[in-house]
Nanobody
Framework: QVQLVESGGGLVQAGDSLRLSCVAS????????MAWFRQAPEKEREFVAA????????YYADSVKGRFTISRDNAKNTVYLQMNSLKPEDTAVYYC???????????????WGQGTQVTVSS
C-alpha cells in the first residue's frame, strides 16, 4: 500500500516557476515508478512526466518537454516536478501516481494522490 500526498501548487503568472512535491508512505516507494498527470476542467486526465524507480529513465509529454523536470529522492520518499516557464495552458490539478512500471499511460499506476491545483494567469 502506498499513500501519496502532493503539495506545492498555487497561483502564478505566466513565465513563473513552481516545484511540486509528492511524499509517499509505504515501503514500496523505492521500487515504484512514479509519474505526474494533470487534469484541466472538462478535460481528460493527461500524462505529464514519469520516472523509473532508480531515476535512470524519464518520460515527458511533448507539451512540457524542455520546461518541466521530474526527479526523485528515494531517501526522502519524495518525487518532484520542477515546472519552469509556466503557461496558462498548464493550469490544471496535478496528480502524483505510483506503479510497477514507468509508463506514459494511466493503467499501470495503482496509487494516486488527491492532487494539487496549479493556476497560471496570463
Amino acid at each position: 500500500q502506498v499513500q501519496l500526498v502532493e503539495s506545492g501548487g498555487g497561483l502564478v503568472q505566466a513565465g513563473d516557476s513552481l516545484r511540486l512535491s509528492c511524499v509517499a508512505s509505504g515501503r514500496t516507494f523505492r521500487t515504484s515508478a512514479m509519474a505526474w498527470f494533470r487534469q484541466a476542467p472538462e478535460k481528460e486526465r493527461e500524462f505529464v512526466a514519469a520516472i523509473s524507480w532508480n531515476g535512470d529513465t524519464s518520460y515527458y509529454a511533448d507539451s512540457v518537454k524542455g520546461r518541466f523536470t521530474i526527479s526523485r529522492d528515494n531517501a526522502k520518499n519524495t518525487v518532484y516536478l520542477q515546472m519552469n516557464s509556466l503557461k496558462p495552458e498548464d493550469t490544471a490539478v496535478y496528480y502524483c501516481a505510483a506503479g510497477p512500471t514507468t509508463s506514459r499511460v494511466r493503467v499501470p499506476y495503482d496509487y494516486w494522490g488527491q492532487g494539487t491545483q496549479v493556476t497560471v494567469s496570463s
